[in-house]
Structures are given as structure tokens and as C-alpha cells.
Nanobody
Framework: VQLVESGGGLVQAGGSLRLSCAAS????????IGWFRQAPGKEREGVTS????????YYTDSVRGRFTISNDYDENTVYLQMHSAKPAATSFYYC??????????????????????WGKGTLVTISS
């Protein structure tokens, strides 16, 4: 099983950036993919998740309306589109995968524990 994030970099406040999470080694359809972030000195926090089988998505309050998660079955890839970037969102961004049952989108997105697989992360820096 492998998850590889890409697309991180430097963006100005108010700008946009798209992160990718390429998945391999497991049945894409039976999993939920989540995005988490961790700023230096802070705990890892949930951002959003998508259930691949039906595209059900959940966003945490901090990103709802500004971030969009989507998946591409042909590429086994999940994307995180960030808009209206804020300096406070500067973090390492990680994608993670877990089986899609049981499914409680709010709980699994808010809490990093319980996710089966993790990528190594990609750094997003938002300048003011």
C-alpha cells in the first residue's frame, strides 16, 4: 500500500493550490481517503475526506467553502483544491486511507487515529 502526496509549495495568501494523493496497492473503491495537516508544534488535524465508492465528502469547519476534495478513479488519485489560502493554513499536508466501513464521516475526519495508511506528506507554505 502506498500513498504519495504532491503539489505542495509556496503560495501567497488568497491564492490557490492543488494537492494530489496517488494511491496504489489497495482497492480504491472500498476506502475513504482523508486529508490532514500538521503545523510545526501543533497536533495533526483533519481537513476533509471522501468515500470513494459514492463520492460522499465531509469538510471540517475550518476549510468548508474554501477547499474541495475530489477523486479520479482512472488515476487512483484524490485531489485537494485549496482556494483563498490563509497563512494559518501553512502546514504539512498528509493523505490517509481507511476502510469505508463503519462510516462516520465527521468522526473519522476530525480524528487522525484509526486510519490504516498514511503518506509522507507535502509542505504547503502560505505567505502573507
Amino acid at each position: 500500500v502506498q500513498l504519495v502526496e504532491s503539489g505542495g509549495g509556496l503560495v501567497q495568501a488568497g491564492g490557490s493550490l492543488r494537492l494530489s494523493c496517488a494511491a496504489s496497492g489497495f482497492a480504491f473503491d472500498g476506502f475513504v481517503i482523508g486529508w490532514f495537516r500538521q503545523a510545526p508544534g501543533k497536533e495533526r488535524e483533519g481537513v476533509t475526506s471522501i468515500r470513494n465508492s459514492d463520492g460522499y465528502v465531509y469538510y471540517t469547519d475550518s476549510v468548508r467553502g474554501r477547499f474541495t476534495i475530489s477523486n479520479d478513479y482512472d488515476e487512483n488519485t484524490v485531489y485537494l483544491q485549496m482556494h483563498s489560502a490563509k497563512p494559518a493554513a501553512t502546514s504539512f499536508y498528509y493523505c490517509a486511507a481507511r476502510h469505508d466501513w463503519p462510516f462516520d464521516p465527521e468522526t473519522i475526519t476530525l480524528y487522525p487515529s484509526g486510519w490504516n495508511y498514511w503518506g509522507k506528506g507535502t509542505l504547503v507554505t502560505i505567505s502573507s
